[in-house]
């Protein structure tokens, strides 16, 4: 099956720079997109990179590499409010329909 | 522009039940995608509709039906409820190819 690869926790301090990795399976995979979740709320979109490269939105920017099957978000400038789960998804084609599949999330902590 | 909305917000049943949930999808957007979400879980998909069809299918139950109407909003149903389907549950509505956008879902409790 498909399935992507997250780390579980990530620590950091407020202020600072925290990336977070993600694998995923090439088989019709169309795009990867991230996904911000606090506890007790929805999933809220952050960013989809359909091709290679970095895409930037303020403190937030995604990364694709589609030869290494890997992507990653970078967070700056972490900010109290940045404590949060975070959602990879893939973005898979077949039969001519498209669908979502998530990781497990990295909670991410930010501390003062 | 309004975004993607469910509705109930919150909804408690007890074991053997039935239950219905509904969406609308954000403006422009065909295709509603339903999830369920366990406490800790990322959200893992049940179906897809488009055109009013079923399109795809995750690996839930066939307790677990739906409905896409020709104005495109959605209604999940779960028939015979267990306490294992205590979750939230989310609506994702997006156009072709596109990634998609959630609402605010609706967490269900079986007791």
């Known amino acids: 099956g498909q399935s992507l690869e997250q780390p579980s926790e990530v620590t950091a301090v407020e202020g600072a720079i925290v990336q977070i990795n993600c694998t995923y399976q090439t088989s019709g995979f169309y795009g990867l997109s991230w996904y911000q ?11 989809y990179n359909a091709l290679d490269g970095l895409e930037e939105t303020g403190r937030f920017s995604s990364f694709l590499s589609r030869s290494d099957s890997y992507g990653y978000l970078l967070l700056q400038e972490l900010q109290m409010k940045d404590s949060a789960s975070y959602f990879c998804a893939a973005l898979y084609s077949g039969a001519g329909s498209y669908q979502l599949t998530f990781g497990k999330g990295t909670k991410l902590s930010v501390i003062p | 522009d309004a975004g993607v909305t469910q509705s ?20 422009g957007h065909d295709t509603v995608s339903w999830y369920q979400q366990a406490l800790g879980q990322g959200p893992q998909f049940i179906f897809q509709y488009y055109e009013e069809e079923e399109r795809q299918r995750g690996n839930f139950p066939d307790r677990f039906s739906g409905h896409q109407f ?7 149903n779960v028939n015979a409820l267990l306490l294992g389907d205590s979750a939230l549950y989310l609506c994702a509505s997006s156009g072709v190819g596109e990634t998609q ?6 967490r269900l409790l079986v007791l």
């Not at chain 1, 606090?38 to 960013?47: E, I, K, N, V, Y």
């Not at chain 2, 909804?11 to 999808?25: A, D, E, Y």
């Not at chain 2, 020709?70 to 999940?76: Q, V």
Request: charge should be positive; include cysteine.
């Open chain 2, 8 to 27: 109930p917000t919150h909804l408690i049943k007890t074991r053997g039940q039935q239950v219905t949930l509904r969406c609308s999808p954000k403006s």
């Open chain 2, 101 to 106: 956008y959630f609402g605010p879902g609706t």
């Open chain 1, 37 to 47: 979740q606090h506890d007790g709320g929805a999933p809220t979109f952050l960013s």
């Open chain 2, 70 to 76: 020709p104005n495109y909003s959605s209604e999940l």
